[in-house]
């Protein structure tokens, strides 16, 4: 006779911890599988999978129903992938950041905060290739390639960006000059 969930999670919660095995190999590859089409690399899964069944394991007695086990431990794998997805993401950021600031000489910052105010003011696009140009001191070429558009796009864009800091810097100038008087 075959055991369903609910006799495992019943066992395991009295204190027959090795009857957990027979739902790890009941589920684990349809765990492997959801949690492979969700992180996109076999390793990572395989991790993930780990990791979801440890939760499941250590939070056996929060489970309300028994019977509903396999939903509940695919809620855990979410919930893993999740995680996982955010610290690759955040992994990714921090290894930009340090090949850009490491390959780059550090910035002359203007000390003009109205400055960099206005640059943080502009539209995205504007703002990215005016922060490569001015601040990552990286030649229009560069910026072509690195943004995969034609070097009269990059070259436009930054005088129609410095047209934008013009205006906003002068709004602000005026803005003090009315205020001083």
Known sequence: MTENDTYYVERCLDGHPDDFRHLVRRYQGVLMANLAGKLGDREK?????????????????KLNKPGSFFSWMLGIADNVAKEHQRKEHVRIKREMIRSFSSEADTPDFSHDYG???????LPDAY???????YYGRQSCTTIAEQLDM???????TLSRAYAMLRETLNK???TQVNEVQ
């Not at 395989?46 to 007695?61: C, D, K, P, S």
């Not at 400055?115 to 003011?121: H, K």
């Not at 703002?127 to 140009?133: D, T």
């Not at 034609?150 to 436009?156: A, E, M, S």
Request: hydrophobic share 45%; charged share 25%.
């Open 45 to 61: 899964a395989e991790e993930a999978a780990q990791e979801t069944l440890v939760r499941a394991y250590f939070n056996m007695g």
């Open 115 to 121: 400055l960099e105010a206005a640059v943080a003011e």
């Open 127 to 133: 703002r990215k290739v005016i922060l490569l140009r």
């Open 150 to 156: 034609p070097i009269g796009t990059v070259t436009k």
């Open 172 to 174: 602000q100038e005026q």
